[in-house]
C-alpha cells in the first residue's frame, strides 16, 4: 500500500508561462525583454542553453554480465564496435557488469574495458553487489570507485548505485551515497547546471527508497536518468522526470548483442540502438533538453504506507539509532549491551537501555557479518580480512586473525571453537580464547556468507557452489555434502542459515523449495515447491517445529519430526512480495520476522495468529533479535538500529 505525496514544479510545462530569464539560467542578464522575443526564447530555449557547446555522442552500456555464457565475448564485440566509431566523447555503464560479482569476473570485465579508446565510467548493478564474495568492495578496488562524476559539453553526468548489498530485495540508496549525491548536487557549478543521472534500477519502487534520490534530482535541472536492469529499450517518465532504460548488451535472444548510442545536438538527446557488427539504427527515442524545475508539479505521486503503526499504536520504537552506514546484518546481544556492524567498517556496541554508544572499535572496511558472543568476548568479521574477538566489556581487542581476502560469512561458537566461513574457499575452526586455526577445510569452490549450525557433532553450512556441507566439528574432515536437484549457482543454499532438529537439517534455498536433510548420511528425507520459499526458515525454541516465510504473504509452520513435509499452521500475513533473507525468530511463543520493505510482524507460534505488525522503515530488515515476547532489537539496511516495543 501506498500514500500519496506532493511536489511543486515551476518549469514552465502544461501552458504556464515562463519568463526568459528563468529558462536561461543565472547568467541571462537582468534587461527586459519583449514579449514577443520572450516566446521566441521560450520555444528555443533547448538551442539557447546549448548554443555554445559543440555537439557530442557517447555510448550507453548496461548489463554486461561478463561470467555469463556469452557476457565476455559479447562485451569483446562491444568494445571492438565501439573502438571502430568516430570520436565517442565517452562510455558509460549502467551496471550488472558481471554475472555473480566475483572478484575472477570483475578482473575479466574490467580488462575488456580496459581496451576501450574513450574514457569509461562504470557503476555496478544487483549482480554486481546481491552475489559478492567481497561485500562489493572488490569492485571499488579495480575502479576507484562505485560512483562517478563527471562534466561534459556544459552537462554534469552522475551515476551511483542501489545495491542491494548482501541481501535479495528492492535495490535501496544506502545512506552513505545519498550524502556524497547531495553533496555533488551542491557542488555544481550552476544551480541551473543540466544533469544526466546513471543508475542501475528504474527510479520507481523498484527501489525501496526510489524518492529519496528523485525528491534530490527535482531540485535541480535533471535532464533525464538512464538505467538498465529491465534488459530492453524503455523511455520512463520518473515522476516527470525523463528516463531512458537501455538494452543489455547481451545477444540474447538475437544472434549478436548490442547497445546504445546517443547524441547530444541542437538541444535534443537521441538514443539509437546499434547491432554488433551492423550500422546504427535510426533514433527510437528522443529527449528535449531544456531548463526544467519541477517544484510546480501539483500531481500527487505514491509514497510508502506506515499506516500499519496506526492499526497497532501500543507498539512503540522506545529508542533508534542511526549510524548513517549501510547494515547489513543481524545485532547480537550480552548483558545489557548490542553489538552489530555497519559499512563504514565501525563496530558499534550500544545500550539495550536507550540506544547510546558504549564503545566503538573501526576495522579497515565494511562489517557485513553477524556477530556472536560467548562468554565476555564478542567475535566478527569484516571486509578487511580480519576476524575479530573483543572483550564485550569495552571493545578491547583480544585477538585477530587475518586471511587474504574480505570475509562477508558469520561465526559460530560452540565446542570452544568459533567456525567461520570465508571467501577463499575455506572453512575453519579457530580457538575460541586465542585464535588460533585448529582446523581448515579448504573443498570449498563458492565464498560462504551464511551462520553455519552446529548439531551431532557436525557444522553445517552452504556456499555459494550448490552445496550444502557437513564437516566433523572436532576435526574438519568432510562428513557429507548435498546438492539440490536445479543445477546453478544462483540456486546454491548459501545465504539460509540451516536449522536441525530430530535428526534432520531443514533448508530453504533460492529454488523455491523446502528440504529435509538426514543429518547422518546428508541423504534428501522430503523435498517440496508447494509452498514457494526462498532463504528464510527458522527452529521453534523446543525444536518441534520449523517455520518458512513464502515469497507472497504467507508464513508456514511445520514438524520438525513428522519424515514427510506436514504443515502445523499457515498465515496470510498480507505483506507481499517478499524475497528477503532473514530468518525468522521464535522467543517465548512468539515469532518474530522482518520483511524487505521494513515490516516487523509478530506471530503467535503455536496458532499462527497475527499478534501486530509495525513498520520501522522502507528498506531490508534484517533477523531480528527478540529480547523478549514483547521488546525486539532490530537493524536494517538504512543504517538504522531499533528497540521496537509492544505494550500487554
Not at 565475448?73 to 549502467?94: C, H, K
Not at 561534459?152 to 549525491?181: N, T
Not at 544533469?195 to 525528491?215: C, E, G, K, M, R
Amino acid at each position: 500500500m501506498t500514500t500519496k505525496a506532493r511536489t511543486q514544479d515551476r518549469s514552465g510545462q502544461d501552458g504556464m508561462v515562463v519568463k526568459p530569464r528563468e529558462i536561461l539560467g543565472r547568467n541571462a542578464g537582468s534587461a527586459r525583454v519583449p514579449v514577443f522575443l520572450a516566446v521566441v526564447l521560450l520555444y528555443l530555449a533547448p538551442l539557447v542553453l546549448w548554443a555554445q557547446s559543440s555537439a557530442f555522442r557517447f555510448v550507453f552500456l548496461s548489463d554486461t554480465h561478463v561470467g555469463s555464457p556469452t557476457g565476455e565475448e559479447d562485451l569483446r564485440a562491444a568494445v571492438r564496435d565501439i573502438n571502430l566509431m568516430p570520436d565517442p566523447s565517452f562510455v558509460v555503464l549502467s551496471g550488472d557488469v558481471t554475472e555473480f560479482g566475483s572478484l575472477e569476473q570483475l578482473h575479466l570485465a574490467k580488462e575488456i574495458l580496459n581496451g576501450l579508446k574513450a574514457p569509461c565510467h562504470v557503476i555496478p548493478g544487483n549482480h554486481d553487489t546481491k552475489w559478492s564474495e567481497s561485500g562489493a568492495t572488490d569492485f571499488s578496488r579495480l575502479w576507484g570507485e562505485d560512483r562517478f562524476v563527471f562534466e561534459h559539453g556544459g552537462i554534469c553526468f552522475i551515476g551511483l548505485h542501489e545495491g542491494p548489498i548482501m541481501k535479495m530485495g528492492d535495490g535501496h540508496w544506502a545512506p552513505q551515497d545519498v550524502r556524497w549525491l547531495a553533496q555533488a548536487l551542491q557542488n555544481l557549478r550552476d544551480t541551473n547546471q543540466a544533469i544526466v543521472f546513471i543508475t542501475h534500477y528504474p527510479l520507481n519502487d523498484s527501489i525501496a527508497n526510489w524518492y529519496v534520490v528523485l525528491d534530490l534530482l527535482k531540485r535541480y535541472n535533471t535532464q533525464v536518468i538512464l538505467c538498465g536492469h529491465g534488459h530492453a529499450n524503455h523511455n520512463y517518465s520518473f515522476e516527470g522526470v525523463p528516463g531512458v532504460m537501455g538494452r543489455s548488451n547481451l545477444r540474447a535472444p538475437g544472434p549478436v548483442g548490442g547497445f546504445n548510442v546517443v547524441e547530444v545536438k541542437n538541444g535534443l538527446m537521441t538514443f539509437s540502438e546499434h547491432t554488433i557488427g551492423q550500422r546504427t539504427q535510426e533514433p527510437w527515442h528522443s529527449v528535449v533538453l531544456k531548463r526544467h524545475d519541477y517544484r510546480d508539479d501539483a500531481q500527487e505521486y505514491p509514497r510508502p504506507d506506515f499506516s500499519a503503526n496506526t492499526r497497532w499504536p501500543h507498539v512503540q520504537e522506545c529508542w533508534t539509532f542511526e549510524t548513517g552506514y549501510t547494515i547489513a546484518s543481524s545485532p547480537a546481544v550480552w548483558n545489557d549491551l548490542a553489538f552489530v556492524g555497519d559499512a563504514s567498517g565501525t563496530f558499534y556496541a550500544l545500550s539495550q537501555k536507550d540506544g547510546k554508544v558504549r564503545w566503538t572499535f573501526k576495522t579497515a572496511g565494511p562489517v557485513y557479518c553477524t556477530p556472536e558472543v560467548s562468554d565476555d568476548l564478542v567475535t566478527f568479521a569484516s571486509t578487511d580480512g580480519n576476524v575479530y574477538a573483543l572483550k564485550a566489556a569495552d571493545g578491547a581487542e583480544v585477538w585477530h586473525y587475518e586471511t587474504r581476502r574480505p570475509i562477508v560469512a558469520s561465526p559460530r561458537v560452540g565446542n570452544g571453537l568459533l567456525y567461520l566461513g570465508s571467501s577463499e574457499g575455506k572453512f575453519r575452526a579457530l580457538d575460541i580464547a586465542s585464535g588460533r586455526v585448529v582446523w581448515e577445510f579448504s573443498g570449498l569452490s563458492g565464498f560462504v556468507e551464511s551462520k553455519p549450525e552446529v548439531y551431532d557433532g557436525k557444522v553445517i553450512f552452504g556456499a555459494w557452489d550448490e552445496n550444502l556441507y557437513a564437516l566433523d566439528a572436532r576435526t574438519g574432515l568432510l562428513d557429507w555434502k548435498w546438492r539440490g536437484d536445479k543445477p546453478g549457482t544462483m540456486y546454491s543454499p548459501a545465504a539460509c542459515w540451516p536449522i536441525a532438529a530430530h535428526g534432520k537439517v531443514f533448508i530453504a534455498a533460492p529454488d523455491r523449495k523446502l528440504t529435509a536433510v538426514n543429518g547422518k548420511s546428508g541423504e534428501t528425507v522430503w523435498r517440496t515447491g508447494a509452498y514457494v520459499v526462498r532463504e528464510s526458515i527458522g527452529l521453534a525454541e523446543d525444536g518441534s517445529r520449523f517455520y518458512a516465510r513464502g515469497m507472497t504473504n504467507f508464513i508456514y509452520a511445520f514438524s520438525t519430526s513428522a519424515p514427510q513435509p506436514e504443515k502445523l499452521w499457515e498465515l496470510n500475513a498480507g505483506f507481499g512480495y517478499d524475497i528477503n533473507s532473514a530468518m525468522l525468530v521464535e522467543k517465548e511463543g512468539v515469532l518474530f520476522y522482518g520483511t524487505k520493505n521494513g515490516l516487523l510482524l509478530a506471530l503467535d507460534a503455536r496458532s499462527g495468529s497475527l499478534k501486530w505488525q509495525h513498520r520501522t522503515g522502507v528498506g531490508v530488515l534484517n533477523t531480528v533479535v527478540p529480547l523478549s515476547p514483547l521488546r525486539v532489537l532490530i537493524t536494517d539496511v538504512d543504517g538504522k538500529v531499533a528497540l521496537v516495543q509492544a505494550s500487554n
